[in-house]
Protein backbone atom coordinates (compact mmCIF):
# COMPACT_ATOMS: atom_id res chain seq x y z
CA UNK A 1 0.00 0.00 0.00
CA UNK A 2 1.21 3.31 -0.07
CA UNK A 3 0.13 6.95 0.57
CA UNK A 4 1.72 9.70 -2.07
CA UNK A 5 4.42 7.10 -3.10
CA UNK A 6 5.43 6.49 0.24
CA UNK A 7 4.80 2.44 0.32
CA UNK A 8 5.33 -0.42 2.71
CA UNK A 9 4.74 -4.02 2.93
CA UNK A 10 1.45 -4.19 5.53
CA UNK A 11 1.02 -7.04 7.54
CA UNK A 12 -1.93 -8.81 9.18
CA UNK A 13 -0.77 -9.93 12.55
CA UNK A 14 -3.97 -9.72 14.41
CA UNK A 15 -3.82 -13.36 14.78
CA UNK A 16 -0.10 -14.12 13.72
CA UNK A 17 3.13 -13.20 14.89
CA UNK A 18 6.28 -12.96 13.13
CA UNK A 19 9.46 -13.66 15.34
CA UNK A 20 12.43 -11.33 13.79
CA UNK A 21 10.00 -8.06 12.94
CA UNK A 22 13.26 -5.87 11.95
CA UNK A 23 14.82 -9.27 9.94
CA UNK A 24 11.25 -9.05 7.82
CA UNK A 25 11.51 -5.50 7.20
CA UNK A 26 15.14 -5.70 5.69
CA UNK A 27 14.35 -9.08 3.80
CA UNK A 28 10.53 -8.01 2.48
CA UNK A 29 11.43 -4.17 1.51
CA UNK A 30 14.23 -5.07 -0.85
CA UNK A 31 13.35 -3.90 -3.74
CA UNK A 32 15.24 -6.57 -5.53
CA UNK A 33 14.72 -9.72 -3.67
CA UNK A 34 11.70 -8.94 -1.75
CA UNK A 35 8.49 -7.33 -2.21
CA UNK A 36 9.50 -3.67 -2.38
CA UNK A 37 9.09 -0.91 -0.33
CA UNK A 38 10.32 2.23 2.11
CA UNK A 39 9.76 -0.38 5.15
CA UNK A 40 7.38 -2.52 7.03
CA UNK A 41 4.45 -1.81 8.65
CA UNK A 42 2.68 -4.53 11.49
CA UNK A 43 -1.52 -4.50 11.94
CA UNK A 44 -1.33 -5.89 15.71
CA UNK A 45 -4.20 -6.11 18.52
CA UNK A 46 -4.08 -3.12 20.99
CA UNK A 47 -5.28 -3.29 24.59
CA UNK A 48 -5.38 1.04 24.18
CA UNK A 49 -6.73 1.28 20.96
CA UNK A 50 -8.81 -0.22 18.16
CA UNK A 51 -5.37 -1.52 16.67
CA UNK A 52 -1.79 -1.23 16.92
CA UNK A 53 0.36 0.13 14.08
CA UNK A 54 4.05 -1.74 14.40
CA UNK A 55 6.46 0.80 11.97
CA UNK A 56 9.96 -0.43 10.60
CA UNK A 57 12.33 1.56 8.39
CA UNK A 58 13.71 -0.79 5.42
CA UNK A 59 17.06 -0.78 7.18
CA UNK A 60 15.21 -2.89 10.12
CA UNK A 61 15.28 0.38 12.49
CA UNK A 62 11.69 0.93 13.98
CA UNK A 63 10.10 4.08 13.36
CA UNK A 64 7.75 5.93 16.09
CA UNK A 65 5.34 6.87 13.49
CA UNK A 66 4.49 7.43 9.89
CA UNK A 67 1.63 10.11 8.70
CA UNK A 68 1.26 8.37 5.56
CA UNK A 69 1.13 4.54 7.10
CA UNK A 70 -1.45 5.33 9.62
CA UNK A 71 -3.82 6.21 6.59
CA UNK A 72 -3.10 2.86 4.77
CA UNK A 73 -3.33 0.46 8.26
CA UNK A 74 -6.71 2.64 9.16
CA UNK A 75 -8.27 1.93 5.48
CA UNK A 76 -6.48 -2.26 5.65
CA UNK A 77 -8.59 -2.40 8.65
CA UNK A 78 -12.03 -1.34 7.12
CA UNK A 79 -11.47 -2.82 3.87
CA UNK A 80 -10.91 -6.30 5.37
CA UNK A 81 -13.54 -5.95 7.30
CA UNK A 82 -11.51 -6.20 10.66
CA UNK A 83 -13.82 -3.22 11.85
CA UNK A 84 -16.62 -0.89 10.53
CA UNK A 85 -16.03 2.22 11.97
CA UNK A 86 -14.98 4.70 9.88
CA UNK A 87 -13.53 6.62 13.00
CA UNK A 88 -10.61 4.69 14.21
CA UNK A 89 -8.04 4.68 16.76
CA UNK A 90 -4.82 3.33 15.97
CA UNK A 91 -1.36 2.99 18.77
CA UNK A 92 2.11 3.40 17.55
CA UNK A 93 4.74 2.73 20.30
CA UNK A 94 2.56 3.91 23.00
CA UNK A 95 1.04 6.91 21.12
CA UNK A 96 -2.60 6.78 20.09
CA UNK A 97 -3.76 8.86 16.54
CA UNK A 98 -7.36 8.99 15.27
CA UNK A 99 -8.30 9.05 11.32
CA UNK A 100 -11.24 9.75 9.90
CA UNK A 101 -12.00 7.51 7.05
CA UNK A 102 -13.62 9.18 3.62
CA UNK A 103 -15.23 5.65 1.97
CA UNK A 104 -16.45 5.42 -1.53
CA UNK A 105 -18.46 2.57 -2.84
CA UNK A 106 -17.52 0.52 0.70
CA UNK A 107 -13.91 1.02 0.22
CA UNK A 108 -11.77 3.63 1.98
CA UNK A 109 -9.87 5.77 -0.31
CA UNK A 110 -8.17 8.60 2.26
CA UNK A 111 -7.90 9.90 5.69
CA UNK A 112 -7.99 13.20 7.82
CA UNK A 113 -5.76 11.92 10.38
CA UNK A 114 -4.83 13.74 14.02
CA UNK A 115 -1.37 13.78 14.34
CA UNK A 116 -1.28 15.37 17.59
CA UNK A 117 0.86 18.36 19.19
CA UNK A 118 4.25 19.16 17.74
CA UNK A 119 6.78 19.42 20.15
CA UNK A 120 9.33 21.87 19.16
CA UNK A 121 11.25 21.74 22.31
CA UNK A 122 14.56 20.82 21.19
CA UNK A 123 15.51 18.40 24.43
CA UNK A 124 12.59 16.04 23.38
CA UNK A 125 13.28 15.68 19.15
CA UNK A 126 16.25 15.67 20.21
CA UNK A 127 18.87 18.13 18.48
CA UNK A 128 22.15 19.72 20.41
CA UNK A 129 21.46 23.48 20.51
CA UNK A 130 21.91 25.78 23.50
CA UNK A 131 18.45 27.37 22.90
CA UNK A 132 14.70 25.65 23.87
CA UNK A 133 13.65 25.83 20.65
CA UNK A 134 15.91 25.09 17.21
CA UNK A 135 13.77 27.72 15.20
CA UNK A 136 15.47 29.15 11.71
CA UNK A 137 18.92 28.10 13.63
CA UNK A 138 22.25 27.27 11.51
CA UNK A 139 23.61 24.36 10.83
CA UNK A 140 26.82 23.65 9.10
CA UNK A 141 26.91 20.74 6.80
CA UNK A 142 29.42 19.50 4.23
CA UNK A 143 31.05 22.61 4.25
CA UNK A 144 27.64 25.14 3.70
CA UNK A 145 25.81 27.05 6.09
CA UNK A 146 21.87 26.24 6.29
CA UNK A 147 18.95 27.52 8.80
CA UNK A 148 17.04 24.73 10.07
CA UNK A 149 13.89 24.36 11.98
CA UNK A 150 13.27 21.47 14.30
CA UNK A 151 10.20 19.84 15.20
CA UNK A 152 9.11 16.55 16.28
CA UNK A 153 5.68 14.54 15.22
CA UNK A 154 6.57 11.53 17.23
CA UNK A 155 9.92 11.45 15.13
CA UNK A 156 12.78 14.03 14.62
CA UNK A 157 12.65 16.17 11.72
CA UNK A 158 15.19 19.39 10.81
CA UNK A 159 13.27 21.45 8.21
CA UNK A 160 15.51 23.50 5.47
CA UNK A 161 14.01 26.15 3.73
CA UNK A 162 15.47 26.69 0.40
CA UNK A 163 15.24 29.55 -2.73
CA UNK A 164 15.24 26.92 -5.47
CA UNK A 165 13.90 23.55 -6.09
CA UNK A 166 14.04 20.71 -3.87
CA UNK A 167 14.61 18.32 -7.24
CA UNK A 168 17.98 20.25 -8.11
CA UNK A 169 19.81 19.41 -4.92
CA UNK A 170 21.72 16.50 -4.60
CA UNK A 171 19.82 14.46 -2.08
CA UNK A 172 22.07 11.13 -2.29
CA UNK A 173 25.13 13.38 -1.49
CA UNK A 174 23.49 16.08 1.42
CA UNK A 175 20.72 13.68 2.91
CA UNK A 176 23.26 10.95 4.86
CA UNK A 177 25.38 14.00 5.80
CA UNK A 178 21.89 15.91 7.65
CA UNK A 179 20.55 12.19 8.62
CA UNK A 180 24.00 11.65 10.74
CA UNK A 181 25.11 15.30 11.93
CA UNK A 182 26.26 15.20 15.22
CA UNK A 183 23.41 17.64 16.74
CA UNK A 184 20.91 14.99 16.39
CA UNK A 185 21.61 12.24 18.59
CA UNK A 186 19.05 9.65 17.27
CA UNK A 187 19.42 10.94 13.88
CA UNK A 188 16.91 12.89 11.88
CA UNK A 189 14.59 13.25 8.65
CA UNK A 190 15.25 15.72 6.79
CA UNK A 191 13.22 17.76 4.20
CA UNK A 192 14.37 20.44 1.88
CA UNK A 193 11.09 22.95 1.29
CA UNK A 194 10.64 25.95 -0.85
CA UNK A 195 7.74 27.96 -0.19
CA UNK A 196 5.88 28.59 -3.31
CA UNK A 197 2.94 31.38 -1.77
CA UNK A 198 0.92 31.52 1.32
CA UNK A 199 -0.84 28.36 0.68
CA UNK A 200 1.67 25.72 -1.08
CA UNK A 201 4.57 24.11 -0.48
CA UNK A 202 7.24 21.82 -2.31
CA UNK A 203 9.01 19.10 -0.45
CA UNK A 204 11.61 16.93 -0.33
CA UNK A 205 12.33 14.20 2.41
CA UNK A 206 15.20 12.52 3.22
CA UNK A 207 13.85 9.97 5.68
CA UNK A 208 16.25 7.88 8.61
CA UNK A 209 16.95 4.58 7.71
CA UNK A 210 14.89 4.56 4.65
CA UNK A 211 16.30 7.35 2.22
CA UNK A 212 14.94 9.28 -0.52
CA UNK A 213 11.36 8.45 -0.25
CA UNK A 214 8.17 9.76 -2.63
CA UNK A 215 6.25 11.78 0.43
CA UNK A 216 6.09 11.98 4.27
CA UNK A 217 3.87 12.09 6.61
CA UNK A 218 5.06 13.38 9.30
CA UNK A 219 7.57 15.45 7.51
CA UNK A 220 4.84 17.19 5.81
CA UNK A 221 3.27 18.20 9.28
CA UNK A 222 6.50 19.58 10.63
CA UNK A 223 7.29 21.98 7.19
CA UNK A 224 3.63 22.80 7.37
CA UNK A 225 4.35 23.36 11.25
CA UNK A 226 8.07 24.98 10.55
CA UNK A 227 6.78 27.16 7.65
CA UNK A 228 3.76 28.25 9.77
CA UNK A 229 5.69 29.17 12.77
CA UNK A 230 8.51 31.25 10.60
CA UNK A 231 5.51 33.49 8.93
CA UNK A 232 5.97 32.36 5.73
CA UNK A 233 2.41 30.12 5.19
CA UNK A 234 -0.79 30.35 6.71
CA UNK A 235 -2.94 28.01 8.62
CA UNK A 236 -3.86 25.72 5.92
CA UNK A 237 -1.04 24.50 3.76
CA UNK A 238 -1.25 22.38 0.89
CA UNK A 239 2.52 20.07 0.76
CA UNK A 240 3.65 18.91 -2.97
CA UNK A 241 5.81 16.12 -2.84
CA UNK A 242 7.30 13.50 -5.28
CA UNK A 243 4.27 11.17 -5.05
CA UNK A 244 2.01 13.27 -4.42
CA UNK A 245 0.19 16.23 -2.25
CA UNK A 246 -1.03 16.11 1.42
CA UNK A 247 -3.26 18.68 3.02
CA UNK A 248 -2.05 20.17 6.25
CA UNK A 249 -3.81 22.14 8.93
CA UNK A 250 -2.51 23.73 12.19
CA UNK A 251 -3.79 26.81 14.16
CA UNK A 252 -0.48 28.07 15.03
CA UNK A 253 -0.94 26.73 18.97
CA UNK A 254 1.53 24.53 19.79
CA UNK A 255 -1.08 22.69 22.64
CA UNK A 256 -3.03 21.98 19.52
CA UNK A 257 -3.19 19.24 16.89
CA UNK A 258 -2.18 19.13 13.53
CA UNK A 259 -4.28 17.74 10.95
CA UNK A 260 -3.00 15.41 7.53
CA UNK A 261 -5.55 14.90 4.61
CA UNK A 262 -4.53 12.45 2.13
CA UNK A 263 -4.98 9.40 0.17
CA UNK A 264 -4.49 5.74 1.20
CA UNK A 265 -4.13 3.07 -1.73
CA UNK A 266 -3.75 -0.52 -2.49
CA UNK A 267 -0.71 -1.54 -4.72
CA UNK A 268 -1.44 -5.90 -4.66
CA UNK A 269 -2.27 -8.36 -2.23
CA UNK A 270 -0.50 -11.72 -1.88
CA UNK A 271 1.05 -14.00 0.66
CA UNK A 272 4.26 -14.60 1.99
CA UNK A 273 5.38 -17.51 1.94
CA UNK A 274 8.59 -18.65 5.12
CA UNK A 275 12.62 -19.19 3.97
CA UNK A 276 12.16 -22.46 6.09
Known amino acids: MHGCGNDYVYIDCTENRIENEEAAAIRLSDRHFGIGGDGMILIKKSDIADFEMAMFNAD ?4 AMCGNGIRCVAKFVFDHKLTDK ?3 AIESMGAIKYIDLEVENGKAIGAKVDM ?9 IPVLTE ?7 PISVDGKEYKMTC ?8 VIFIDKSPKKIELEKIGPKFENNPVFPDRTNTEF ?17 SGETLACGTGACASAV ?51
Open 226 to 276: AAIINGYCDNEVTVHLLGGDLKISWSGNENESVFMTGPAVTVFEGEIQSEE
Open 86 to 88: TSI
Open 193 to 209: IKVIDRKNLEMRVWERG
Open 60 to 63: GSRG
Open 116 to 124: GKPNLKASD
Open 131 to 137: NEKAVNE
Open 151 to 158: VSMGNPHA
